[in-house]
């Protein structure tokens, strides 16, 4: 598989509508853990996002490194505040 993260997720995402189809109230689940997780509280979304790409450097995850960083780009981070991560 290429290294490219558009491409990872892409494939990622593939699958899920694949596990979607096959069984709806795991992904169901799973969207409601991410929506609760990622809710704004003490901290707001754009810091879960920059703290969920620290995590999925860390382990190594290209899926999860793909994912949050769109994530983070949909929420306007800078390159700064990517960095200081």
């Known amino acids: 598989m290429s290294k490219?993260?558009?491409?990872?997720t892409k494939h990622v995402s593939s699958n899920m509508a694949k596990l979607?189809?096959?069984g709806p109230e795991?992904?169901?689940a799973?969207?409601?853990?991410?929506?609760s997780?990622?809710?704004d509280g003490v901290l707001d979304k754009k810091t879960k996002e920059l703290i969920a790409l620290a995590i999925?450097?860390?382990t190594?995850?290209?899926a999860c490194i793909g994912f949050h960083?769109?994530?983070?780009?949909q929420l306007s981070a800078t390159e700064q505040e990517v960095a200081e991560t």
Do not use: E, M, P, Y
């Open 20 to 22: 979607n189809k096959n």
């Open 4 to 8: 490219s993260f558009k491409d990872i």
């Open 37 to 39: 997780a990622t809710a």
């Open 60 to 62: 190594r995850c290209d």
């Open 69 to 73: 960083s769109k994530a983070l780009v």
């Open 56 to 58: 999925a450097v860390s």
């Open 26 to 28: 795991v992904t169901k």
């Open 30 to 35: 799973f969207s409601q853990l991410g929506a």
